[in-house]
């Protein structure tokens, strides 16, 4: 069974750019989360979708937004970059009711210059 | 807000040392919890998880933890570690009354001195 899928693994912009990220769940999953990584904050859960829904959503501003696909794939859209911004974005997947474990992907490395 | 407190940002211990990492979280309704472990330059991966029953659950490379529930705490423990478990850990909590929501500790640093 191929695993959570994440493109493309690395990408430098610069400030004041947009970027999508893509996430290709592992089959038969209908939830997707994405969650930002860095150094400093650690994890941070930027928001959940389900069946085409978001269903849960962290405390990041708008210009983070994201959307699902009736084939479970997501993207996830950063727009006017910031320096801040720049850090490991992880996809996450799982079947979405009964609480099930989520698996993640290896992520995308943004670097912003 | 619910939340997910894990006591110790960074852990160093000796090879065979007996390591004990807490976590704690503030829900009172049902709950699955979890501990996810990311070994340097890898991707998450999941340690183990408790549901239902014994409280008691062990995971994979001879990890286990014990869930509390009058204390709301998912502690993890392992005898004797190895070098290899250098890694970060996080807990976990899937709020299943409240849309599934999954709660992240801020994670613990472990090293393992050779």
């Known amino acids: 069974k191929a695993g959570v899928t994440q493109t493309p693994r690395y990408l430098i912009k610069t400030r004041g750019q947009q970027v999508t990220l893509s996430c290709s769940p592992i089959?038969?999953?209908?939830?997707v989360s994405w969650y930002q990584q860095t150094p400093g904050q650690g994890l941070q859960f930027l928001f959940e979708?389900?069946?085409?829904?978001?269903?849960n959503k962290g405390n990041f501003p708008g210009r983070f937004s994201g959307r699902q696909f009736s084939n479970s794939r997501s993207e996830m859209n950063v727009s006017t970059l910031e320096l801040g911004d720049s850090a490991l974005y992880l996809c996450?997947?799982?079947?979405?009711?009964?609480?099930?474990?989520?698996?993640f992907g290896d992520g995308t490395r943004l670097s912003i210059l | 807000a619910q939340s997910v407190s894990q006591h110790n940002h960074h852990v160093i211990l000796s090879e065979a040392a007996s390591l004990e990492l807490g976590c704690n979280y503030s829900?009172?309704?049902?709950?699955?919890l979890f501990w996810y472990v990311q070994y340097p330059g890898q991707h998450l991966q999941l340690l183990l998880k408790?549901?239902?029953?014994d409280p008691l659950v062990k995971g994979i490379k001879g990890f286990e933890a014990e869930f509390i529930k009058s204390k709301f705490s998912f502690n993890l423990r392992k005898p004797s570690v190895q070098w290899s478990d250098t890694a970060e850990y996080f807990c976990?909590?899937?709020?299943?009354?409240?849309?599934?929501?999954?709660?992240w500790g801020a994670g613990t640093k472990l090293i393992i001195k050779p």
């Open positions: 996450a997947s799982s079947s979405g009711t009964g609480g099930q474990p989520q698996h």
């Open positions: 089959s038969g999953h209908r939830s």
């Open positions: 979708y389900f069946s085409e829904t978001q269903r």
């Open positions: 829900y009172g309704g049902t709950v699955n």
């Open positions: 408790y549901f239902s029953g």
């Open positions: 976990a909590v899937n709020l299943m009354d409240s849309n599934y929501q999954l709660i």
